[in-house]
């Protein structure tokens, strides 16, 4: 087997350029790192096309020597790439590496796959993301999305790739179970919500300044839910379509709270009314 020793080589510079939007649009690749991620794919019998891999970074611990065997027993090996220090931090994100990276095609994880692979139960929470541009927000944000059982995510043209390794690393593996729709207009989410709520759309927007508090809603039917941008707040196009602006109340002159803190309240509040209300 060859090992590849240095960052320069060709193959490797190929899979540097999965750190950019073009890298993965054009590819229709992306990279998820670390043995977490992989042990997870490998559970959700989700086989990457190309796992690169350090053995001794990965046999620090017992489980990645565990997962060093599994990786080999279960890809061929082509598809098992050994590589140096030096290479496996190149095609990193993170400042010290874990020792795997693996390659996925996005399709993978087309958004209908992955609800027909779901049980079905009841799922209130449609979840929109307008514009979020932070890497560690959105990644936050989906992670809480999956712990919450919404129903799915979509997500605006504004928003930052779902792809990109600091949201992917944030997510901790909700790409591979949560449904996620990205670049859509507005047009297509105002069918997706009408359809989600059974032709009587509810699209509450977190709005900061809105004089109706989120726990005062009834969160146990079908509805959306819209979180804007970081900075902008949300989008003039989400204002139009909100039914409803709903707020956390906040203490101390504070104006407002993280997205991904926000939205996590929010979505639990959701899971409290559904589990206090029992099965409908």
């Known amino acids: 087997m060859t090992v590849i020793t240095s960052p320069s080589n060709p193959r490797i510079g190929k899979l540097r350029n999965l750190h950019t939007t073009r890298g993965r649009r054009e590819s229709g690749l992306f990279l998820m790192e670390g043995p977490h991620l992989l042990e997870a794919l490998f559970d959700a019998e989700v086989l990457p096309l190309e796992v690169y891999y350090q053995p001794e970074l990965l046999q620090r611990t017992a489980q990645g020597s565990t997962l060093l ?28 590496s874990q020792g795997v990276i693996s390659v996925l095609p996005i399709d993978a994880f087309d958004s209908q796959h992955l609800r027909e692979q779901r049980m079905r139960v009841s799922r209130p929470v449609l979840l929109i993301l307008d514009a979020v541009s932070d890497p560690g927000n959105m990644g936050t944000i989906l992670r809480t999305a ?20 600091k949201v992917v690393r944030a997510a901790a ?31 509450l927007l977190a709005d900061a300044d809105s004089p109706h508090f989120y726990y005062e809603q009834d ?20 204002r139009q379509r909100a039914t409803l602006t709903i707020s956390i109340p906040l203490a101390n002159h504070v ?9 996590g309240i929010m979505l639990y509040e959701a899971v409290r009314q559904k589990r206090t209300s029992g099965p409908r």
Request: net charge negative; charged share 20%.
């Open 146 to 165: 999956l712990a919450a059982d919404v129903a799915s995510v979509l997500l605006t043209s504004g928003c930052v790739d779902c792809y990109n390794p």
């Open 69 to 96: 065997a599994r990786l080999l027993e279960t890809l061929s090996p082509d598809s098992c790439v050994e590589v140096s220090e030096r290479v496996i931090e190149a095609l990193g994100d993170v400042q010290t």
């Open 173 to 203: 593996g909700a790409h591979i179970t949560l449904p996620i729709e990205s670049n859509l207009s507005w047009s297509t989410i105002e069918e997706k919500v009408t359809r989600h709520c059974a032709g009587n759309p509810r699209l």
């Open 255 to 263: 104006e407002s709270l993280n997205a991904a803190m926000a939205t």
């Open 219 to 238: 969160l146990t039917q079908p509805f959306a839910l819209i979180i804007g941008n970081e900075a902008k707040g949300p989008s003039r196009e989400a």
